[in-house]
């Protein structure tokens, strides 16, 4: 097990960052997999260490009401599933990457960027791995932009792949590392709305840099019946993130066969609906025990909220899915 010292600094961190507050800054190491999709919060990632190597993540972060602006840095393999924010557009930018690194099973490397809208998210990252992140709210999007670029922009996104031309990327990278480097430096500008304002408005710069220098412009086509129904599950999925639907129930929501609504999320995700969904309760139900008060909430009361029934096999199936014992993640807690 993970040092619960670390696991109770990450947590309390992580409390003073999220808060009520849309904006901060914060900077922070996970030393668990639980504690990083704690941490990486709006994001919704089930984090699965691909290595015999202790997971380490580093996270610097800026939140705007607008916008947000992070670095990270991996020292283990590691897959990530999940969801990324809603209402955002997100692009990466890597820093450093190893040869397997993948982003919804295609290799990136460091000649270009992932870029996606509010949707599932499949990555596999090397040890070693850094990478810059930023993020957009789409609303903020459609005011700073003619329709032509939002449209081109968003039609950019949905091909998830963006070769950005060197020189925007290189001015890019120093703006996000030297914006970081000063909200550490001095923590009052994260709360600046003036310097908020000014870190928007570059990012805006850029992206209309990037939308017009860029060299591919080839796009995905989204809307088939079968993406359609598949976005159509995840929002439910979202709006009901501790449910547990059969796949008739599924299936209805989407409005798709279930053929159809398997063959997706084996796109999407490489594994079926009931996989994804059974996946995402046991690795809500870990954050959970990490962030309760154990004396006040039982493990029952918290795997009944994530409709686990079958109460007499649920911890055999936790310690098969984590490799750890319920009773272990509960000493962190009470720690």
Not at 72 to 88: A, N, Q, W
Not at 285 to 296: C, G, I, K, Q
Request: hydrophobic share 40%; net charge positive.
């Amino acid at each position: 097990m993970q040092d619960p010292q670390k696991l109770r600094h990450n947590a309390n961190v992580e409390a003073a960052v999220q808060g009520n507050q849309t904006t901060g800054f914060c900077s922070l190491q996970s030393r668990d997999p639980s504690q990083f999709e704690i941490a990486l919060r709006p994001w919704e990632l089930l984090a699965r260490p691909k290595s015999i190597k202790p997971f380490h993540h580093s996270l610097l972060m800026l939140r705007g009401e607008k916008y947000l602006l992070c670095r990270e840095d991996f020292s283990s393999d590691v897959s990530v599933i999940g969801l990324s924010p809603v209402g955002m557009l997100g692009i990466g930018i890597p820093l450093a990457a190893g040869t397997d690194t993948k982003y919804w099973g295609h290799m990136h490397g460091l000649s270009s960027c992932p870029i996606m809208l509010s949707g599932p998210l499949d990555v596999a990252w090397q040890h070693e791995h850094q990478q810059m992140v930023f993020l957009i709210h789409i609303d903020a999007l459609r005011e700073s932009f003619a329709d032509r670029e939002y449209e081109q922009l968003i039609n950019l996104s949905k091909a998830r792949r963006l070769d950005i031309a060197p020189l925007v990327r290189r001015d890019l990278l120093k703006f996000m590392a030297f914006t970081l480097r000063c909200c550490a430096a001095d923590k009052k500008l994260a709360g600046d709305d003036g310097y908020h304002a000014q870190v928007y408005e570059q990012l805006i710069v850029f992206l209309r840099s990037i939308v017009t220098e860029t060299r591919d412009h080839k796009t995905l086509a989204c809307t088939s019946a079968r993406n359609r129904g598949f976005q159509r599950a995840i929002e439910f999925l979202r709006e009901y993130p501790c449910a547990n639907p059969t796949m008739a129930e599924l299936c209805q929501v989407a409005g798709i066969s279930e053929r159809t609504l398997q063959y997706a999320f084996k796109d999407f995700f490489d594994m079926s609906p009931q996989m994804f969904m059974t996946r995402r309760r046991f690795h809500s139900v870990r954050r959970a025990l990490l962030e309760v008060d154990p004396s006040s909430v039982s493990v029952s009361e918290i795997a009944i909220e994530h409709s686990f029934f079958e109460l007499g096999h649920f911890a055999g199936k936790y310690r098969r899915h984590f490799g750890e014992l319920l009773s272990e993640a509960l000493r962190c807690a009470r720690r």
